[in-house]
């Protein structure tokens, strides 16, 4: 069993608004499969004409899960508005033009100009640069991985543990209000109680 957990940075606009939760139960995952047995679990986005149950999020993110057979290569579009990374957590594999990664040294080339990068095993986070798709090349054991894109804020952050702002004023408030018990607003509902 996995369990994987995405948070989304808000836009400054949205800061401070009230959590949100949206449960998907299994089932409610559509599951695409590809010809040559490449399959994705489509928890958020749109890939192969079929769309995630998961919506709403600002950043507007791609969260895909794929697996992707012993020996085979494949390619999954990634629009080039959105920034992308792929986290491994089965088998192994090589990723093109794969930029900047964290724990597996690649290298940002194409396949037909140069070898491809170093391979990316279990437990292994690849980042990209822009580009219209992503590559994968399985390993022996075929690979299984998180494919997750989302569209860029363009805004400064300001980062601290659990809580991400836009300026380290903004921060210094969101822990202050936090250790007076005043951080979460929750919006006061109209009306009478039934009951």
Known sequence: MHGFQLWANLPAALKMTAPRYQEVKAAEIPVV?????????????????KRG??????????????SVP????????????????????????????ASGPLSVPTE???????APPTKAENRSLVLFDKGSEVTVQAGEQGIRFLLVSGKPLEE??????????????????????????????????KGKAKG
């Open 33 to 49: 499969t590809d010809d040559d047995g490449t399959s994705a679990r489509i928890v958020c986005g749109e890939l192969w004409g």
């Open 53 to 66: 149950p998961v919506e709403g999020v600002a950043a507007d993110p791609s969260y895909l899960d794929v």
């Open 70 to 97: 012993a020996g085979k290569r494949k390619k999954l579009p990634v629009p080039t508005d959105r920034h992308a990374f792929a986290y491994v957590f089965a088998g192994d594999g090589k990723f093109c033009n």
């Open 108 to 114: 940002p080339a194409g396949w037909s100009d140069t």
């Open 156 to 189: 400064p952050v300001a980062w601290y543990g659990p809580i991400v702002m836009n300026t380290q004023e903004e921060l210094r408030l969101a822990f202050d209000e936090l250790s007076k018990g005043t951080f979460l607003k929750t919006k006061k509902r």
